[in-house]
T-cell receptor, first 116, second 118 residues
Framework: AQKVTQAQTEISVVEKEDVTLDCVYE???????LFWYKQPPSGELVFLIR??????QNEISGRYSWNFQKSTSSFNFTITASQVVDSAVYFC?????????????FGRGTSLIVHP | DTGVSQDPRHKITKRGQNVTFRCDPI?????LYWYRQTLGQGPEFLTY????????KSRLLSDRFSAERPKGSFSTLEIQRTEQGDSAMYLC????????????????FGAGSRLTVL
């Protein structure tokens, strides 16, 4: 069975600080996808990134970067120079491919509060 | 493309009543998912459709819950004889079904339907 653990329930930072959100996953499949979604106070989940299990290359998109390490089953998310608009709940998710269903399982989320 | 629409956005009902939620996915997406989210938790999978076929249901989906997707377009989620424990945000999402494609498995979520059972 697949499982996603986000151990940090809430993180509070001051604007311009860097912050890393942790995600640890469990799976028996060799083929899987990892995701990060953002849920702002307005409530709608927004897709940020998808990685497949065969691509461990780290990715950077503006102030966002992701570190995927299969050796530690982790897919961590770093926000550089955080801004108040980054305040949201961030979810890590995993989807496996038994039978091709690819249904994402979400972690409990990390609430990020960025103070001005 | 107006995204995923859900209706109603909020529903307050008394215990024992039936409620129905509707979801209109992105038109070119053939997969549709229902999730439930309670306060402080991540979305929990309920069920999903590929076109009009309901391919998987979670154990969370008791026999009081039923979902349909006639003609592979919009979907409805009905809860019969609601209980206070059903109070939650019900999220609908849709995606392409192409395995391995660039959009595969990337869910686009609606704003959700918040249910309060008194």
């Amino acid at each position: 069975a697949q499982k996603v653990t986000q151990a940090q329930t809430e993180i509070s930072v001051v604007e311009k600080e860097d912050v890393t959100l942790d995600c640890v996953y469990e799976t028996r499949d060799t083929t899987y996808y990892l995701f990060w979604y953002k849920q702002p106070p307005s409530g709608e989940l927004v897709f940020l990134i998808r990685r497949n299990s065969f691509d461990e290359q780290n990715e950077i998109s503006g102030r966002y970067s992701w570190n995927f390490q299969k050796s530690t089953s982790s897919f961590n998310f770093t926000i550089t120079a955080s801004q108040v608009v980054d305040s949201a709940v961030y979810f890590c998710a995993l989807s496996e491919a038994p039978g091709g269903s690819y249904i994402p399982t979400f972690g409990r989320g990390t609430s990020l509060i960025v103070h001005p | 493309d107006t995204g995923v629409s859900q209706d109603p956005r909020h529903k307050i009902t008394k215990r024992g009543q039936n409620v129905t939620f509707r979801c209109d996915p992105i038109s070119e997406h053939n997969r549709l998912y229902w999730y439930r989210q309670t306060l402080g938790q991540g979305p929990e999978f309920l069920t999903y459709f590929q076109n009009e076929a309901q391919l998987e249901k979670s154990r969370l989906l008791s026999d009081r819950f039923s979902a349909e997707r006639p003609k592979g377009s919009f979907s409805t989620l009905e809860i019969q004889r609601t209980e206070q424990g059903d109070s939650a945000m019900y999220l609908c999402a849709s995606s392409h079904g192409a395995r391995g494609g660039s959009g595969a498995n990337v869910l686009t979520f609606g704003a959700g339907s918040r249910l309060t059972v008194l």
